[in-house]
């Protein structure tokens, strides 16, 4: 029932999503957003690490373990077996990777929040491209936060510090008054918490020029309510719906609108 579902708000998407190329787009912001990230065509520096990177990852056993447990857990008859294209269909889409990718190399975040460290795919992706970057990653799976911890480790991600707690402690601790946070990465897989929850409790860490992108905003009818619900709030001027993610900015200067847009 569920895929049927997911399916149609699929279908749906795909009818009213529109101006893929940035045609009919009279706000400069979003035709540059459009034009310069989503459609962006040519090869992203690092692309060949973070490739090689996915395949080591694919390769450990431990890793597998961490897919299994955070997405067929709930599913005793497909944890059983686990086939190489239901492990790439779960994570997050390579395209979608490489929209992390280019949104820190456009607009140079200092401080990026990961609320889910989940596979690991957003992290490498949010930290790779601006090593002057600090990546703070949260992850509440203890088996997961060991896991990623050697593996930054390993690979010398200087630049990413990962946490596990309380997040609304973690923030206070992390992000004071004088040091806002310039991206938020809400990489809720599972849904556990729903993302209007997140997003409300990141706000009085943000500043005008904050940028929030949401994974699986239409996952379920309950998460599609709540990106609703986000693109609707006070503090949001503009916000664009890719229908696995959106995005959300907070800038006054920007219009009041919401946008479906092709990808």
């Given at each position: 029932m569920?895929?049927?579902?997911?399916?149609l708000r699929?279908?749906?998407?795909?009818?009213?999503?529109?101006?893929?190329?940035?045609?009919?787009?009279?706000s400069?912001?979003?035709?540059d957003f459009?034009?310069?990230?989503?459609?962006?065509q040519?090869?992203?520096?690092?692309?060949?690490s973070?490739?090689?990177?996915?395949?080591?990852?694919?390769?450990?056993?431990e890793?597998?373990?961490?897919?299994?447990?955070k997405?067929?857990?709930?599913?005793?008859?497909s944890s059983?077996?686990?086939?190489?294209?239901?492990?790439?269909?779960?994570l997050?889409?390579?395209?979608?990777e490489?929209?992390l990718?280019?949104?820190?190399?456009k607009?140079?975040?200092?401080?990026?929040?990961?609320?889910g460290?989940?596979?690991?795919?957003?992290?490498?992706?949010?930290?790779?491209?601006?090593?002057?970057?600090?990546v703070?990653?949260f992850?509440?799976?203890q088996?997961?936060a060991?896991?990623?911890?050697?593996l930054?480790?390993?690979?010398?991600l200087?630049?990413v510090?990962q946490y596990t707690g309380?997040?609304?402690?973690?923030?206070?601790?992390i992000?004071?008054e004088?040091?806002?946070?310039?991206l938020?990465f809400?990489?809720?897989?599972?849904?556990?918490q729903?993302i209007?929850?997140l997003?409300?409790l990141c706000?009085?860490?943000?500043?005008?020029n904050?940028?929030?992108?949401?994974?699986n905003?239409?996952?379920?009818?309950?998460?599609?309510?709540n990106w609703t619900?986000i693109?609707e709030?006070?503090?949001?001027t503009?916000?664009v719906?890719?229908?696995?993610?959106g995005l959300?900015f907070l800038?006054?200067d920007?219009?009041?609108?919401?946008?479906i847009?092709?990808f």
């Open positions: 569920f895929e049927i579902k997911n399916l699929y279908y749906s998407y795909k009818i009213f999503a529109q101006h893929k190329f940035g045609h009919g787009i009279h400069p912001f979003l035709f459009i034009t310069d990230i989503l459609n962006e040519g090869k992203w520096y690092a692309q060949d973070i490739i090689s990177i996915r395949k080591k990852m694919f390769q450990n056993s890793y597998h373990k961490i897919i299994q447990y997405i067929f857990s709930e599913n005793s008859k059983k077996n686990i086939s190489p294209n239901q492990i790439t269909n779960s997050f889409p390579t395209k979608f490489n929209l990718f280019r949104i820190v190399k607009f140079n975040p200092r401080n990026i929040l990961e609320l460290t989940s596979f690991g795919l957003g992290t490498f992706n949010l930290a790779i491209p601006n090593p002057k970057s600090k703070h990653t992850e509440q799976c088996n997961t060991h896991f990623f911890a050697t930054f480790e390993q690979l010398k200087s630049n510090t309380n997040y609304s402690e973690l923030l206070s601790d992000f004071p004088t040091n806002k946070v310039d938020i809400v990489n809720n897989h599972l849904g556990k729903p209007k929850t997003f409300e706000l009085p860490y943000c500043h005008q904050s940028i929030f992108l949401f994974d905003i239409h996952r379920t009818a309950i998460a599609t309510s619900q693109t709030h006070q503090s949001v503009l916000s719906d890719l229908f696995r993610c959300v800038n006054p920007l219009s009041k609108q919401n946008f847009i092709k």
